[in-house]
């Protein structure tokens, strides 16, 4: 038997079911429509908005003391002088020191010939003959100023060779070991030599030579004194010919000042090394360890401390001037300045219009504002 079809319920079911489909159908495109018109709106919004205003880097003023103190190693350089003595008559080496890098000081035996001592006493004027009681003029005044160097003679340094003098004298060789050498002194016995004590640099003669005339016994490092300092490339702006520095023993730490001569190629270290040779200003370099030393050269303008600021705070207009950027709570203020030194990255100015303390702000850039 055929059941009966519910024709009115059916038939609106399916009505129902397509009106729902249209609508759904529709509403998609209408969603992705609203979808896109929002992401669209958002990257206009991004691209038509106002970036925040930039804001300025400050910086504080400061009040110290510019620049630096450059230290660079150094080497003491002392030209080879000769110690020569003349002997008129043939006479035997029988003994010569001290060794080659030792030192020779006043008042020491650098050798003995014939049985007879040859004292070595500081002075700039050769002896070229003897020296005896009842003589005066310069010599004696040289020998009367190099036995009390050695804590031989405490009397007047009048050019006379009195009796004081004769006592020091036999003093100088008694302290030798040779007491029984009395009276004078003679080129064979005395020799002067500028700048004691001096290293030895070379021995010339050696025992049981035969001397006779003006004979050369060894060579010291006596003569004036170069200091050398080796630098390269990034260094070259420090040194001008002409400028002052100071030598510094660091063993006693005493400084003395000194003077570049010249500046030369280094060709034994590279193409781009070069040499700065100075002089010592008081020529008085005795007894300066020359394995210990080291040259300052003071960059600083003063002692005197300045206003500081970084060297990006200091700006200068068309015609040259140059001025700072005070920053103040109602906006940046123009004060002109004289820039007094500027190294590593830092200024030292004068306030010419405007003023300008130590803690105040200066403008030294900008930055995006946030």
Not at 259 to 272: A, N, R
């Amino acid at each position: 038997m055929t059941t009966p079809t519910p024709k009115g319920f059916w038939r609106t079911t399916g009505l129902r079911r397509i009106a729902v489909g249209l609508v759904v159908l529709l509403a998609i495109p209408a969603a992705a429509y609203a979808v896109g018109r929002r992401a669209a709106t958002l990257e206009e919004s991004v691209l038509n908005a106002t970036p925040p205003p930039r804001r300025e880097i400050v910086a504080t003023v400061e009040e110290k003391v510019v620049g630096s103190l450059e230290v660079f190693r150094a080497s003491l350089i002392r030209p080879d002088v000769p110690l020569t003595v003349s002997f008129p008559d043939p006479v035997v080496l029988m003994s010569i020191s001290p060794p080659v890098g030792d030192m020779l000081t006043e008042g020491s035996v650098v050798a003995v010939v014939d049985d007879r001592p040859l004292v070595v006493l500081a002075g700039d004027l050769p002896l070229i003959h003897e020296l005896a009681p009842g003589d005066t003029g310069t010599m004696v005044v040289q020998l009367q100023r190099s036995l009390a160097r050695v804590d031989l003679y405490g009397g007047e340094i009048d050019g006379r060779y009195g009796p004081r003098t004769r006592r020091a004298v036999d003093a100088l060789f008694d302290a030798a070991g040779f007491p029984d050498i009395e009276g004078g002194v003679s080129p064979e016995s005395v020799v002067f030599v500028p700048g004691l004590p001096a290293p030895v640099a070379e021995v010339t003669r050696q025992v049981g030579d035969v001397l006779e005339g003006d004979v050369e016994l060894l060579r010291l490092s006596a003569g004036e004194p170069v200091i050398e300092v080796r630098f390269g490339g990034d260094d070259a702006s420090i040194f001008q010919v002409g400028m002052s520095a100071m030598l510094r023993d660091v063993r006693t730490d005493k400084r003395f000042p000194i003077t570049l001569d010249e500046i030369v190629d280094d060709t034994e270290t590279g193409p781009d090394r070069r040499i700065a040779r100075f002089h010592s200003v008081t020529g008085n370099l005795a007894g300066v360890d020359d394995t210990d030393i080291t040259v300052e050269v003071d960059l600083r303008p003063s002692d005197q401390p300045s206003l500081v600021v970084p060297s990006t705070g200091v700006y200068a207009d068309a015609s040259g001037t140059t001025y700072v950027l005070k920053a103040s709570p109602n906006g940046s203020e123009r004060v002109l300045v004289e820039v007094l030194f500027a190294a590593n990255g830092e200024a030292a100015v004068q306030p010419l219009e405007g003023s300008l303390a130590a803690g105040d702000g200066v403008v030294v850039g900008m930055a995006e504002g946030g």
